[in-house]
């Protein structure tokens, strides 16, 4: 029912900067915490960074000091800039939201994540 829709992703240079998107839809009372994930080939689904309601962040170690999370929630969309690019943040990034909605509450919902890939 609810859905996900992320876009912003693609191929840069190291040092490099993309912004990525992610927009709710669906029907949708209000959103708590919104994150982002990342995988990259043979290793684990990692956090990168979290915001709450309020705008509140929490970063990974790895991305902190080059990644930015917001969120606007007049129009259900988490943000994620990425500056400093590496070839190690190569990886398919994942949106996540808990999501309130009328009848089921709250429940996590899922993006079906945007491939961002650093040139070397």
């Known amino acids: 029912q609810v859905q996900l829709l992320e876009s912003g992703g693609g191929l840069v240079q190291p040092g490099g900067s993309l912004r990525l998107s992610c927009a709710a839809s669906?029907?949708?009372?209000?959103?708590?915490?919104m994150g982002w994930y990342r995988q990259a080939p043979g290793k684990q689904r990692e956090l990168v960074a979290t915001?709450?309601?309020?705008?509140?962040?929490k970063y990974a170690d790895s991305v902190k000091g080059r990644f930015a999370i917001s969120r606007d929630n007049a129009k259900n969309t988490v943000y994620l800039q990425m500056n400093s690019l590496k070839p190690e943040d190569a990886a398919v990034y994942y949106c996540n939201a808990d999501v309130y909605t009328y009848g089921l509450g709250y429940a996590d919902y899922w993006g079906q994540g945007t491939q961002v890939t650093v040139s070397s």
């Open positions: 915001i709450t309601y309020g705008g509140s962040p």
């Open positions: 669906g029907n949708i009372f209000s959103i708590n915490v």
